[in-house]
């Protein structure tokens, strides 16, 4: 008897899964080399964008973000929660008092400063 084709479904999911997980881990290993050290804390918001966010940013990977009054709480939002080709970034990365550093950084800072 053949085997109904919804249990081949199961491992190929969880196979794809690890695939895209791990392309999702090669990518962010960008930055993970930047993972701060438990305990650890980002100096400022320019930091945090020189260190982190330039890497894409400043390279074309990723949209000019700042220059464009981008608002505060959408820069949060988009870097807890990533966008499309954005990755998220959790607490641990990033905790919230340097996120909102980083955001008000981004949100006033000059396009080429
Ligand atoms: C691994 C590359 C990468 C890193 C690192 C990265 N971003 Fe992004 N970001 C992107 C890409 C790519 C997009 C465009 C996403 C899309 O629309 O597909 C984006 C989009 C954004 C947007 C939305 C821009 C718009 O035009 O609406 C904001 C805000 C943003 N990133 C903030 C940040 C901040 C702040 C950091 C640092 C904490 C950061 N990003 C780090 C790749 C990156």
């Known amino acids: 008897m053949q085997a109904p084709k919804s249990v081949w479904m199961v491992p190929a999911l969880i196979l794809t899964a690890f695939v895209l997980l ?3 881990e090669r990518i962010a ?3 993970a ?3 701060p050290e438990p305990g650890f804390r980002w100096k400022d918001g ?3 964008y020189a260190k982190v966010c330039a890497f894409c940013h400043e390279a074309k990977v990723g949209p000019t ?3 464009r009054g981008l608002a505060p709480a ?3 939002f988009i870097v807890r929660h990533g966008n499309r080709a954005m990755p998220s970034f ?3 990365e990033i905790e919230d008092e340097s996120l909102a550093k980083v955001a008000e ?3 006033k800072a000059a396009a080429n400063q």
């Open 22 to 24: 791990g392309n999702v």
């Open 29 to 31: 290993g960008a930055t």
């Open 33 to 35: 080399q930047e993972a």
């Open 46 to 48: 320019a930091e945090v």
């Open 65 to 67: 973000i700042r220059g």
């Open 74 to 76: 959408y820069i949060t």
């Open 90 to 92: 959790r607490a641990a």
């Open 105 to 107: 950084y981004v949100s």
